[in-house]
């Protein structure tokens, strides 16, 4: 919503950009990995004030079955700037996907239509950006997700 006492100030908006991935193989099989994520997450500041965000957990799902977990770092944004972040999301302790899953993933790949789910805090905001798992590095805008309970 637009400010009518200061037309200037935007909200805080992010997206994120898979840069690459691993370990997206079946769980059981052989030199199968941990699902490992690279990321990059971009955050513009559409506020008239500098803002600050001391890290935060990232988790990235398919289908709604968290992969894998990373932090963001810490950062300070001056007003109206823009920053780019890496971020590495690690399945550390698990191997591998869950055959179900890995069907599922399999499929929707064939089909284009495979999307992870990125969601992470920023400066006390939640977002999530639905990212194509396609292997071509592409800006997936990123929105406030809406939850029921």
């Known amino acids: 919503m637009e400010s009518i006492a200061n037309p200037d100030e935007k909200p805080t908006t992010c997206s994120v950009e898979l840069a690459g991935f691993q370990g997206l193989q079946p769980a059981p099989s052989p030199g199968a990995t941990s699902p490992a994520f690279d990321l990059i ?18 988790v990235v799902s398919y289908a709604g079955v968290p992969l894998a977990h990373g932090r963001t770092p810490s950062f300070e944004l001056g007003d109206k700037d823009v920053v780019a972040l890496p971020v590495k999301a690690t399945g550390a302790g698990a191997v591998g996907i869950p055959g179900d899953l890995l069907l599922l993933m399999t499929d929707e790949r064939r089909w284009g239509v495979a999307q992870l789910q990125v969601e992470f805090t920023v400066a006390w905001n939640t977002f999530a950006c639905d990212v194509e798992l396609d292997g071509n590095p592409r800006v997936s805008e990123c929105y406030k997700p809406t939850y029921v309970n």
């Open 41 to 58: 997450l971009r955050v513009t500041n559409g506020h008239t004030f500098t803002l600050r965000h001391g890290g935060g957990d990232v």
